[in-house]
């Protein structure tokens, strides 16, 4: 069974700066995992932020695009999120997400295994 757990997440002024980490654990060839970072406003539906895929191509959501930067560590079984020129719109909580088949995709039905999220405050 795959776990994730997210770290990372605090409260920060706009223009600052948070990276998020997701250790993944519970499972075997992880390196294989297709990984991505999901974030939930309050009463808004859960969206895709950025996916990285086992070979290490990445694709953003345009809101995030020239600020935000996901990488892995496949030795370290970890996955970042690099958040830079933090807006008061990207305050929500971030969730981690896996899945084993590849996959490059912002759709949160596309993946199967989930952390309980790390939450994100951006002051203005």
């Known amino acids: 069974q795959v776990q994730l757990a997210e770290s990372g997440g605090g409260s920060v002024q706009a223009g600052g700066s948070l990276r998020l980490s997701c250790a993944v654990s519970?499972?075997?060839?992880?390196?294989?995992?297709?990984m991505a970072w999901f974030r939930q406003a309050p009463g808004k539906e859960r969206e895709g932020v950025a996916a990285?895929?086992?070979?290490?191509?990445?694709t953003y959501a345009d809101s995030v695009r020239g600020r935000f930067t996901i990488s892995r560590d496949n030795y370290k079984n970890t996955v970042y999120l690099q958040m830079n020129s933090l807006k008061p719109e990207d305050t929500a909580m971030y969730y981690c997400?896996?899945?084993?088949?590849?996959?490059?995709?912002?759709?949160?039905?596309?993946?199967?295994?989930w952390g309980q999220g790390t939450q994100v405050t951006v002051s203005s």
């Open positions: 997400a896996a899945e084993w088949k590849y996959s490059d995709s912002l759709l949160k039905d596309a993946y199967n295994y």
């Open positions: 519970g499972y075997t060839y992880g390196s294989r995992y297709s």
């Open positions: 990285i895929t086992p070979g290490g191509g990445a």
